[in-house]
Antibody
Framework: QVHLVESGGGVVQPGGSLRLSCTAS????????LHWVRQAPGRGLEWVAI????????SYADSVRGRFTISRDDSKNTLYLQMNSLRVEETAVYYC???????????????WGQGTLVTVSA | DIQMTQSPSSLSASVGDRVTITCRAS??????LNWYQQKPGEVPKLLIF???SLQSGVPSRFSGSGSGTDFTLTISSLQPTDFATYYC?????????FGGGTKVEI
């Protein structure tokens, strides 16, 4: 059974940093791309970043590029999101999600963690 | 970036109703379109991938159709457990983008 567990959320001041972790189990970690998706309180879903199955490719939403870094440690089955220069409007629940490819090569997010809350406030 | 526009943003329906939600992409995304359901306080759940493929374990009353720029999620007979917010999401090009959501209410 696929299991994703996020941790590392909390309260941080504007301009501060935080590192989120997502520990995976129940599937071959190195076979899958992984994503971060966030959801501000009462708002919709916003995609944040992706890292390829082997860590060789990373992409970011324009809103976080240059401030956030996605990485993975395959020896620990763990995904990370280093967040720097945080802004008040980035207060949100941050989810990690597994990417899977259909036979048509369409990628979809088939498993999600429970999320970790990041609050950016003075 | 590819913009995803869902309509309506909310709707009221009754148990047993047929419900249709539409999603429009700002450019051709072929069939790179997925649908998710999110209930209050819960994690998003994949319903449909690649525009029309039903995720394992999802009831057959859910179906998806479309290609190119126009897509539809249909619930053939609304059940009490279906009251939730539904999101479309394109995976044709990074950055992945979600629609704004459609809240289905009683």
């Amino acid at each position: 059974q696929v299991h994703l567990v996020e941790s590392g959320g909390g309260v941080v001041q504007p301009g501060g940093s935080l590192r989120l972790s997502c520990t995976a189990s129940g599937f071959p970690f190195t076979n899958y791309p992984l994503h971060w998706v966030r959801q501000a309180p009462g708002r919709g879903l916003e995609w944040v970043a992706i890292i390829s199955y082997d860590g060789s490719k990373r992409s970011y939403a324009d809103s976080v590029r240059g401030r956030f870094t996605i990485s993975r440690d395959d020896s620990k089955n763990t995904l990370y999101l280093q967040m720097n220069s945080l802004r008040v409007e980035e207060t949100a629940v941050y989810y990690c999600a597994r990417g899977t490819y259909a036979s048509s090569s369409v990628e979809y997010l088939d498993s999600w963690g429970q999320g970790t809350l990041v609050t950016v406030s003075a | 970036d590819i913009q995803m526009t869902q309509s309506p943003s909310s709707l009221s329906a009754s148990v047993g109703d047929r419900v249709t939600i539409t999603c429009r992409a700002s450019q051709n995304i072929r069939t790179s379109l997925n649908w998710y359901q999110q209930k209050p306080g819960e994690v998003p759940k994949l319903l449909i991938f690649a525009a029309s493929s039903l995720q394992s374990g999802v009831p057959s009353r859910f179906s998806g159709s479309g290609s190119g720029t126009d897509f539809t999620l249909t619930i053939s007979s609304l059940q009490p457990t279906d009251f939730a917010t539904y999101y479309c999401q394109q995976s044709y090009k990074v950055p992945l983008t979600f629609g704004g959501g459609t809240k289905v209410e009683i």
